[in-house]
């Protein structure tokens, strides 16, 4: 299975920036969609941004202008910057990727991974 590590996570004041991270392990051969989620006390989980491999980015409408979803192939890693930050984005955050690993006796298999999750705590 793919293990995903998150990373980044921490205690800001409004208006100030944080990039969190997300590194896949084992053999990945591709990553076809990745996606940040996030959950605060109390609410729903909710998706806040979505990339495709192929396609355009989406977000949420609440964080719209202020969060940036990439990647990087070569580490396989998904980051999340957020700017400007405000005290309803506090929130444990999970990411998500959908994919393609090698298996056992080189077969290509899919998987669908998520993180530990990582807090976010942005005070006013």
């Known amino acids: 299975q793919v293990q995903l590590t998150e990373s980044g996570g921490g205690s800001v004041q409004a208006g100030e920036s944080l990039t969190l991270s997300c590194t896949a392990s084992?053999?990945?051969?591709?990553?076809?969609?990745m996606r940040w989620y996030r959950q605060a006390p109390g609410k729903q989980r909710e998706l806040v941004a979505t990339?495709?491999?192929?396609?355009?980015?989406s977000y949420a409408d609440s964080v719209k202008g202020r969060f940036t979803i990439s990647k990087d192939y070569r580490t396989f890693t998904v980051y999340l910057l957020m700017r400007n930050l405000e005290a309803e984005d506090t929130a444990i955050y999970y990411c998500?990727?959908?994919?393609?690993?090698?298996?056992?006796?080189?077969?290509?298999?899919?998987?669908?991974?998520w993180g530990q999750g990582t807090q976010v705590t942005v005070s006013a």
């Open positions: 084992r053999s990945i051969i591709s990553m076809n969609v």
């Open positions: 990339l495709p491999a192929r396609g355009t980015e």
């Open positions: 998500n990727i959908e994919g393609a690993r090698s298996g056992q006796w080189g077969k290509v298999e899919p998987f669908n991974s």
